[in-house]
């Protein structure tokens, strides 16, 4: 049952995995990407060099792009603003309202469009509630909550499951 809801369609480790070929092969034309954890640290105000590199090749591979995260206005648009990509905070994920958005502004059907990110429950169920699909990858470098800590111990053995379950890459 809540398989339906969290399951991703593609386990990944980093958004490296990620490529155009893949993307290609997978038949995705846009992907609504997470920032924090799925992208950089939460400590990274502004895009890698090597986010630079990967988004300058989705790009280049006419695979859009839009961000959609459940962080502020002032982080979201920081990160966003060498990349100009259709970017929306305060997304309240597992909400599908940003995500709309996003498709809407990117102009790409849904059945060619995936969420990319690093949370079960947020990402994820976003995704699946829209009925589109998702890519999850494992997270860049987690916060040290408790609440945080709790998330991530409900999703490890749901990951597990996952990740033997055939079919799914990563
Ligand atoms: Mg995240």
Known sequence: MLDRYVKPDFIFNSYRDVTPDFLKSAQIDALICDIDNTLVTYDDAEPTEEV?????????NGIQVAFVSNNNRQRVSLFNSKLNAPAFHNSRKPSRYALRR????????PE?????????????????????????VTPIKDKKSLLFRIKRAC??????????????NG
């Open 112 to 136: 060619r469009t995936a969420v990319l990110g690093d949370q079960l429950f947020t990402d994820v169920m976003a995704a699946k509630r829209l009925g589109i699909r998702a890519i999850v």
């Open 102 to 109: 996003a498709i809407a502004a990117m102009g790409i059907s």
């Open 52 to 60: 630079l590199c990967w988004y300058e090749k989705l790009k280049q």
């Open 155 to 168: 999703e490890r053995p749901l990951l597990r499951k996952y990740k033997n379950t055939s079919g799914i």
